[in-house]
C-alpha cells in the first residue's frame, strides 16, 4: 500500500506572518543542517549558498523587501508600485518584513573543490560548477538544485508548524544589489525564501476557485 501523505499538503503562500512569534537561530540551524544533507547535488558540488537573514536583520529583510517592490515597479513600468497598488492593502512582499527568516539564495562557483572532483579534473572532466567566466550552465543547474533544498526545507518547516514563502519577483543583476549591507552577495540572486508563523495567506483573498493549478493531465504526461 503506498502511503500518499506528505507534510506539503499543508503549504499555504503567506501573505503576512505573525511578528511575535520568534524561532530560535538554533531550532532553525537544525532544520537548515537537515535540509543540507538531505538535499542531493550533482557531483557534490552544491552551487549555491544560502544566505540566512534573520530575525535580528529587520534592515536587510526591509531593503529586500524595498528590491521587490521597486522590480515590481520597473518589470510593469509602474512609477510608484506602493502608491498605485497598495495604498489600502499591505504588499504581496509584506511576507518579507514580517517573516522571521529571509533566505537569499545566490549562485556559487567552487574553487576548493574536493578529492574526488580533483581527480576527475586530472582525468580531463570540465566541470561547469568551476567556471568561472562562463557561469550560465551553472547558474541553470543551481536553479535546479535550490529548488531541491528548498523543497526539503519547506517539507521539514511544515512539519514542525512553520510556514513558507518563494519569491522570484526581485532584481536578477548584480549590480542592483550594490549597497554595502549586501556586501555577503557575490553572485546573482536566484531565489527568495521566507520562514515563519503565517498570519494571512494568499487563500484568504484569493479562492481556490478562481486559483487553479492546470489540471493533471496537461502536465503529467505518460509516455
Known amino acids: 500500500m503506498i502511503d500518499l501523505d506528505t507534510s506539503l499538503e499543508k503549504?499555504?503562500?503567506?501573505?503576512?506572518?505573525?511578528?511575535?512569534?520568534?524561532?530560535?537561530?538554533?531550532?532553525?540551524?537544525?532544520?537548515?543542517?537537515?535540509?543540507?544533507?538531505?538535499?542531493?547535488?550533482?557531483?557534490?558540488?552544491?552551487?549555491?549558498?544560502?544566505?540566512?537573514?534573520?530575525?535580528?536583520?529587520?534592515?536587510l529583510k526591509d531593503l529586500v523587501y524595498k528590491k521587490c517592490v521597486g522590480n515590481e515597479g520597473t518589470v510593469d513600468s509602474v512609477s510608484d508600485v506602493e502608491k498605485l497598488r497598495y495604498s489600502k492593502v499591505k504588499p504581496r512582499y509584506w511576507n518579507i518584513v514580517s517573516s522571521d527568516y529571509v533566505l537569499l539564495f545566490t549562485l556559487r562557483i567552487e574553487t576548493e573543490p574536493s578529492e574526488f572532483q580533483q581527480d576527475a579534473i586530472r582525468r580531463g572532466i570540465t566541470f561547469e560548477a568551476m567556471d568561472q567566466k562562463n557561469t550560465t550552465a551553472a547558474a541553470h543547474n543551481a536553479k535546479i538544485e535550490i529548488g531541491m533544498f528548498s523543497s526539503a526545507l519547506s517539507s521539514l518547516c511544515l512539519k514542525n508548524n512553520l510556514d513558507i514563502s518563494h519569491i522570484l519577483c526581485f532584481p536578477t543583476n548584480l549590480e542592483r544589489w550594490n549597497e554595502e549591507e549586501f556586501s555577503f552577495i557575490e553572485r546573482q540572486v536566484l531565489m527568495i525564501m521566507t520562514v515563519g508563523k503565517g498570519k494571512h495567506y494568499r487563500r484568504d483573498i484569493i479562492p481556490l476557485d478562481k486559483d487553479q493549478k492546470p489540471n493533471f493531465d496537461r502536465i503529467v504526461k505518460m509516455v
Open 11 to 59: 503549504y499555504k503562500y503567506v501573505r503576512e506572518y505573525e511578528e511575535d512569534l520568534s524561532i530560535s537561530p538554533q531550532d532553525f540551524q537544525q532544520l537548515l543542517f537537515k535540509a543540507w544533507q538531505v538535499t542531493p547535488s550533482k557531483n557534490n558540488f552544491m552551487p549555491y549558498n544560502v544566505h540566512v537573514i534573520g530575525p535580528d536583520k529587520q534592515h
